[in-house]
């Protein structure tokens, strides 16, 4: 086992790898920038090491300082958390070089399922149903405009590289193609260093439904079970819950054996994720894989108790897998809480928090690094907070987040927690009657004055 590991990323996620170090003995580091020298995973870890200015690419997404950091604590090991590095190939690798293990997908396996028209092909080698589409890179537009009339509108252009909807454009007439094909292409390009575009039919009426896969070093891999992440605002999820309103135990099955079939079939080592889109038929259809922990992870260690760090930093280590796949006995959801004006259009809210009043009480669990006097960088990603409920069932799971968020208190900045306390109270999200497109009519009801 690991005597100590250097945790490559900051926040929530960092503070939530440095308590499971804890419970397993494992010494920890922590990095951070100038920006985050008050931030909690600064002040709960064994030792904390300065990386850089605020910028993510002079501080956390500068591999040589982060390497420097673990040769000088003697880490052995690095966990990179979500985000900045967590799926580059490079310092995978450069981990690998420097003896220092790397607590998530090796290089070659990133750059196999990082790589969208890659990992469809992987996908369709193993019997994973796949939304039909191009095969691989899309050579030119005369290509793609025949494709897309042989396929039928409408379709969506996907950026091969993209992310975080950099790069996608559905379109839906042929008279609209052309405009769709240049955009798509400048953004990626701009986004990623990276212009290569591949097609694909648009799905109607999709909900994103992923299914949490384990993998060890074995090549033995098994799921427990599904998230269904579809409340989105511009591709960025909002909320998440399981099991999902949508999921019958038939579907659940099928995805679950396509997702472990999926995961052996290219040997996958750690946590990961299959996201799947699926039709208003309950048809599914691989989307990508994510080599990493998931933000919205903590409502699947909810409803099967079980530690998703642990189980990483064990398979990491060598340890193999149960092989058990689980199907959820509660209820749980999670709610994103951002640093953002959901009145002004989700625009990002910095700044010093001056009162913070968390919630409590059976069955509410709230992950976070900030507190009162704490101040929000404007530097990076701005989620604050993820609050999670879990209940025997998905209604009492609703009235205990309902309850939750109206015990949640910030102020000195604005959050999203009005946005979430309206959502819980929105009548096709309490049918369970919702899909990827449900922002784009949810409006804001005005705020109340005190």
């Given at each position: 086992m690991f005597k100590k590991i250097l945790i490559a990323n900051r926040g929530e996620i960092a503070l939530r790898i440095i308590?499971?170090?804890?419970?397993?003995?494992?010494?920890?580091?922590?990095v951070y920038s100038t920006a985050d020298a008050e931030s909690l995973h600064v002040k709960f870890a064994d030792e904390a090491v300065c990386i850089g200015p605020p910028p993510s690419n002079e501080s956390y997404l500068k591999m040589s300082n982060i390497i420097a950091a673990a040769e000088i604590t003697n880490a052995d090991a690095i966990h990179p958390g979500y985000g900045f590095l967590s799926e580059n190939s490079k310092f995978s690798k450069i981990c690998e070089e420097h003896n220092i293990k790397f607590i998530g997908a090796s290089a070659e396996m990133i750059e196999r399922m990082g790589d969208k028209a890659s990992a469809k092909a992987t996908m369709k080698k193993a019997n994973v149903p796949c939304v039909p589409g191009s095969d691989g890179i899309l050579e030119s537009y005369e290509q793609t405009e025949k494709l897309s009339i042989e396929m039928g509108f409408p379709v969506m252009l996907k950026a091969t590289a993209g992310g975080g909807g950099k790069g996608m454009r559905a379109v839906w007439k042929l008279e609209k193609l052309k405009d769709a094909w240049d955009s798509a292409r400048h953004e990626a390009r701009a986004a990623f260093g990276n212009d290569a575009m591949y097609l694909e039919k648009l799905i109607e009426e999709?909900?994103?439904?992923?299914?949490?896969?384990?993998?060890?070093?074995?090549g033995k891999a098994c799921h427990?079970?599904?998230?269904?992440?579809?409340?989105?605002?511009?591709h960025q999820k909002l909320t998440e819950e399981t099991p999902s309103p949508f999921m019958t135990d038939e579907l659940r099955n099928e995805m679950g054996l396509a997702a472990v079939r999926a995961a052996e079939y290219i040997k996958y080592e750690g946590a990961?994720?299959?996201?799947?889109?699926?039709?208003?038929?309950?048809?599914?259809?691989?989307?990508e894989m994510n080599t990493r922990i998931q933000v919205e992870h903590p409502i699947t260690e909810q409803v099967i108790d079980f530690d998703l760090i642990r189980e990483q930093i064990l398979v990491a280590a060598g340890v193999p897998i149960s092989g058990k796949n689980y199907t959820p006995k509660l209820h749980s959801i999670e709610c994103?809480?951002?640093?953002?004006d959901p009145y002004n259009d989700f625009r990002p809210s910095p700044g010093k928090i001056t009162t913070l009043h968390a919630p409590g009480g059976h069955g509410v669990r709230l992950d976070t690094h900030v507190y009162s006097g704490y101040t929000i960088p404007p530097n990076y990603d701005s989620m604050i907070a993820k609050l999670i409920t879990t209940a025997q069932t998905r209604d009492e799971a609703i009235s205990k987040m309902k309850r939750a968020l109206d015990e949640f208190v910030i102020e000195g900045i604005k959050t999203t927690i009005p946005f979430h306390r309206q959502l819980m109270d929105h009548p096709d999200y309490l049918a369970g009657n919702y899909t990827t497109k449900f922002m784009e009519s949810f409006k804001m009801e005005a705020p109340v004055e005190d």
């Open positions: 308590r499971t170090c804890k419970e397993m003995g494992i010494k920890t580091v922590a999709p909900r994103h439904i992923e299914i949490q896969i384990v993998g060890d070093s074995a427990l079970s599904e998230r269904d992440c579809s409340i989105q605002r511009r990961g994720t299959i996201e799947f889109l699926v039709d208003k038929h309950r048809k599914f259809y691989f989307m994103r809480i951002n640093a953002e």
